[in-house]
């Protein structure tokens, strides 16, 4: 369609404006992003404002015009509940189970937290990948017994649906095949908007830098981090955020059975130190909050709140997980000394290639395989010691290996 026009406007008028550094009014960005919604927006237009966004940048007047027009592409959610209702987002990692154990733990806390997830893409996980490796979990539950969820558990954790910001999902395909999706504004307001759909009161962010994280560095984490707190605020959602390091994977395990059952062990207390504290720092807006968090989770009494959100779900919380039948191997310290690295992204890569992770969407993964940590950086090794554990069918074992040798090394 060589043009598509409004009342008043015309794609022209609006992609001569960015292309040309000035900013784009709400209602102008509101039509656009109907249009594209809609499909009378083309793809090489919408290509254009993409690559003119990624060019010119955007004000943050402009990027919350964009959130909230591309949240109302869809449905909106909303809760007849009586507390506040809350959510978490990160940028994503290696080992990041912190939803699984936030969810339960935030909702015994007394908020309500509708948790929309994605699925792993490449090097880092997903949480619907790791919540499907309990037998019966279903993450397409209606949102009829979302809402039944939500007010009898207090939480849920569920896949988007195809009504939740649909036009996130055409303008993030197109970023993909146009080399755009590094762009401050694009990466806020895609994932602001599906936050933002989920009709929240709060929200709590965990932007992530380092090797095993989308954005490398920590200026460049930063940025993301101030663009994503305005924007949120501006958009009417009490939003905060922490930069967290992802230079080395969270927890010990990385692969989806075995990240739930680590999840699990921190919700009956017993979890990894590195993951408690960033889960309870994720739910407290204040030192007291984020103790009252921690004695919460020490104390194993939100894993009662995780097996009722398990069976609302369709799931059974004392069910073997799937994917067994995996081989074992222990990878032992050919020396003494001290462990000097333990790179996220090798180590990230390694599960990968085992068939804990997917290269393209729609791909099938391995719920069983992955590895587990028995050392973490500045840790003091014995000759012979157990390193790692890998979990692994025939896919990947060699390259997993080498991996794992360039990514965990005693010095
Ligand atoms: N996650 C999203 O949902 N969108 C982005 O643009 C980047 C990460």
């Known amino acids: 369609m060589a043009s598509t026009s409004g009342a008043s406007l015309s794609i022209q008028d609006v992609l001569e404006s960015k292309r040309d550094g000035q900013p ?54 909303s809760w007849q509940v009586d507390g506040l209702v809350v959510d978490k987002h990160s940028t994503g990692g290696v ?22 997830s994605g699925r792993g893409l490449g090097h880092t996980g997903g949480t619907l990948d790791k919540l499907e490796s309990i037998p019966g979990f279903r993450t397409d539950l209606s949102v009829d017994r979302l809402r039944s969820a939500l007010s009898d558990v207090g939480c849920f ?7 939740l910001a649909p036009a996130d999902r055409v303008l993030y395909a197109l970023r993909n095949e146009t080399s755009t999706v590094p762009s401050v504004p694009l990466i806020t307001a895609s994932i602001l908007s599906k936050k933002l ?3 929240l009161d709060e929200l709590s962010l965990d932007v992530k830098w380092g090797s095993g994280a989308f954005m490398k560095t920590l200026p460049d984490a930063q940025r993301l981090a101030d663009s994503l707190v305005r924007v949120g605020n501006g958009a009417g959602v009490r939003t905060r955020a922490r930069l967290t390091d992802m230079n080395v ?76 039948g995996c081989a074992e ?13 333990c790179d996220a992204y090798d180590l990230g890569r390694a599960a990968f290639v085992l068939g804990a992770g997917r290269r393209s969407a729609g791909q099938a993964i391995h719920p069983g395989v992955g590895l587990v940590l028995h050392v973490k950086p500045g840790d003091a090794v014995q000759a ?28």
């Open 24 to 77: 784009l009014s709400p209602a102008q960005l509101r039509w656009l992003v109907e249009g594209v919604a809609a499909g009378t927006v083309t793809r090489p237009q919408a290509a254009a404002f993409l690559a003119f966004v990624y060019l010119r940048g955007m004000t943050d007047d402009e990027t919350v015009a964009l959130t909230l027009a591309m949240r109302d592409s869809g449905q909106v959610l």
């Open 95 to 116: 080992g990041d189970k912190v939803s699984l154990v936030l969810a339960p733990l935030w909702a015994e806390l007394g908020a309500y937290v509708p948790m929309i």
């Open 157 to 163: 954790m569920n896949g988007q649906t195809a009504q």
């Open 197 to 199: 759909a989920e009709g």
């Open 249 to 324: 994977p969270l927890g010990r395990a990385i692969g989806n059975a075995l990240e739930v059952q680590e999840a699990v062990a921190c919700l009956r207390g017993q979890g990894p130190e590195d993951l408690a504290a960033l889960t309870c720092q994720l739910i407290g807006r204040d030192a007291a909050e984020v103790a009252r968090a921690r004695a919460l989770l020490d104390s194993g009494a939100a894993f009662e709140r995780w097996c009722r959100m398990v069976r609302a779900h369709g799931g059974d919380p004392d069910a073997t997980l799937l994917g067994g």
């Open 329 to 341: 191997r222990v990878l032992l310290a050919t020396k003494a000394g001290r462990v000097t690295r």
């Open 384 to 411: 012979g010691q157990p390193l790692v554990t890998l979990w692994h069918v025939q896919t990947g074992l060699d390259r997993a290996l080498e991996l794992i040798q360039h990514g965990l090394q005693v010095g």
